[in-house]
């Protein structure tokens, strides 16, 4: 389990993120899209991993998951994730943890996941994904903020890249997005 990672959500950034993490030595596991012929084609895509269409138990079987899904999805994603394993079980996600890569939404809106053991953060690159390829990311900003333990594991993502990890309180996210400020962002 040590560096496995889930995908969920392999469109444009999930895809690129998940190539650049294999190429980095990360093991992926389930690729997960809402139908199978769209997580085929982003397995292939990154070189590895499962297709798997919706949320489904075998994410569980990583222990890092990787939310690239649209903001506005993110709350029910981590709820029916939630679900996979019932209400009942409080720590059922102690050891995991959860990034999504939302710009304009920092860590709480992974609370469901936090409320059952999982560290959780958020790791959002500065840089336009096209879908065609993978950018280069060297050298560019990922605003991170969450909990610790999982700061820490999106800090390593991101280093592995060659990105730069920049640590961002949640409420200097809008700031972090406008390019003329990203020169009062302090590495971490």
Known sequence: MANSLAIVGAGRVGRALG?????????????????IGAAKKAARFIGAGRPVAGISRE???AQ???????DDQLSFVAQSIVELLGREQQNAFN????LHTSG?????????????????ASMH??????????????GRFFAVEGDEPAVRTARKMVRSFGAKPVKLG???????????????????
């Open 59 to 61: 994410i569980l079987a």
């Open 170 to 188: 949640a409420g200097k996210k809008v700031l972090y997005r406008s390019e003329e400020h990203t020169s009062e962002l302090q590495s971490l």
């Open 64 to 70: 890092v998951v990787l939310l690239a899904t649209p």
């Open 19 to 35: 190539k650049l993490l294999h190429l980095a030595g990360w093991r992926i596991g389930a690729v997960v899209t809402q139908n």
């Open 125 to 138: 690159p500065l840089q336009t994904f096209s879908g065609v390829g993978v950018p280069p990311l060297e």
């Open 95 to 98: 050891g995991m943890i959860f």
């Open 104 to 120: 304009a939404l920092d860590a709480e809106v992974l609370q469901a996941l936090r409320d059952r053991g999982a560290a959780v």
